[in-house]
């Protein structure tokens, strides 16, 4: 892209701060069990046993496996709460209506539970205290998001009245964005970011763009990141000083964002056949070479990545960014998300319809694993 287009294609950026009111009505469908976070509820680790490999995480609580999961799987940052979607009726402790529906794995407690009974029209995320979970659901041709506290039952008031939007939620629930695409009078979109605290609603403009825009929002609603899908540029906003700063990777690049990190010191984008990892504070950015970067873990010091070519070696491989060191996450044919790799880089959730992974696996469907590492 010229440098004269994306002096034109950053004057069309334009950022708005609103106040609005919002107000949280509803009561949540399932909720788990006990009042403390995920956190404080699993002591410093928060995970379960840390036994190095894989373990099946659609499962009900008896330890059934499920019929059927599609969409990516999110994991908390301790490794302990994962939640995706399945159309099996009987996984939690509530039936479905029909289609998918949302589920929250705690691998500590071994608990199954259904969340609401509506069927998400995107993967559902869970934030990073695992008490959050949110999801957008079609009504009236519209998408809009719910956001389900599982302590207290907290499903937002709708917020994406729009063809399309795509949501990323901050640690503890307190920040939300997601982007908003609008047809007519002429094709726009904007990003929106809410701090539910102080009822405060950051408005990014990205103006004749119909590519979706990928928000990716640190925990503490502080920095996002987020892509101009027409013009392929990467942008970084930064809440303290409210103006959109990019394109991050440069003339020379057409990129495609995979999210930043919950710390918001790194950012991940695609260009070419290349993974780069952006560091938020020097500005400089860390070439992964001839990989698909698919996720990063929390802190930043984790890549999540598929090689280009899976017939002539494992399909998920997890990088240490300091060392250079790779580990093999899965060596049959599978698939993640973002938000996939704890915290630490110990655990990463992923789906497969390998029926070797796990004993008794017999369903002959896709289901969702999590790998425990070292």
Same mark, same amino acid.
Do not use: M
């Given at each position: 892209m010229s440098a004269n287009a994306k002096r034109s294609t950053t004057r069309q950026r334009r950022i708005r701060v609103v106040l609005s009111a919002v107000v949280a009505v509803c009561a949540i469908t399932a909720a788990l069990p006990g009042a403390a976070s995920a956190a404080q509820a699993a002591g410093t680790d928060g995970a379960a046993e840390r036994? *190095? +490999?894989v373990e099946r995480i659609s499962v009900t609580s008896e330890g059934l496996q499920a019929d059927n999961h599609s969409g990516d799987a999110s994991l908390t940052?301790? =490794? $302990?709460r994962v939640v995706f979607t399945s159309s099996t009726r009987y996984l939690g402790t509530n039936a479905a209506t029909t289609g998918d529906t949302v589920y929250v794995r705690d691998r500590q407690t =071994? $608990?199954?539970?259904?969340?609401g009974d509506e069927t998400p029209v995107q993967a559902p995320t869970i934030g990073a205290d695992g008490d959050h979970v949110a999801f957008p659901v079609l009504r009236m041709r519209n998408e809009h998001m719910r956001i389900h506290d599982l302590r207290t039952g907290w499903p937002a008031s709708p917020l994406c009245p729009a063809a399309y939007c795509r949501m990323s939620l901050g640690a503890? =629930?307190?920040h939300l964005a997601y982007d908003v695409q609008f047809r007519r009078p002429e094709p726009n979109q904007r990003i929106e970011v809410i701090n539910y605290d102080t009822a405060v609603k950051y408005v990014i403009d990205v103006i004749h763009n119909t590519e979706p825009t990928l928000p990716s929002l640190s925990d503490d609603g502080r920095f996002l990141a987020y892509q101009d899908g027409g013009a392929q540029d990467i942008f970084l906003w930064d809440r303290n000083d409210g103006t959109p700063q990019g394109p991050i990777e440069g003339p020379a690049k057409a990129a495609e964002l995979v999210q930043i990190s919950n710390n918001g010191g790194k950012v991940v984008y695609r260009s070419g056949a290349d993974t780069y990892v952006h560091d938020t504070a020097t500005g400089t950015a860390q070439l992964v070479a001839n990989v698909r970067g698919v996720a990063i873990d929390p802190t930043g010091n984790h890549l999540l990545y598929a090689p280009h070519d899976p017939t002539t070696g494992p399909s998920l491989v997890l990088r240490d960014? $300091?060392?250079g060191t790779d580990e093999t996450v899965s060596d049959q044919? *599978?698939? *993640?998300g973002i938000d996939a790799v704890s915290a630490d880089g110990r655990h990463v959730v992923f789906q497969s319809a390998a029926a070797d992974l796990v004993p +008794?696996?017999?369903n002959g469907k896709a289901d969702v694993f999590l790998r425990t590492l070292r």
């Open positions: 036994v *190095a +490999g940052p301790d =490794g $302990r =071994g $608990r199954t539970t259904q969340i503890s =629930g307190q960014l $300091r060392t044919p *599978a698939t *993640a +008794g696996d017999t």
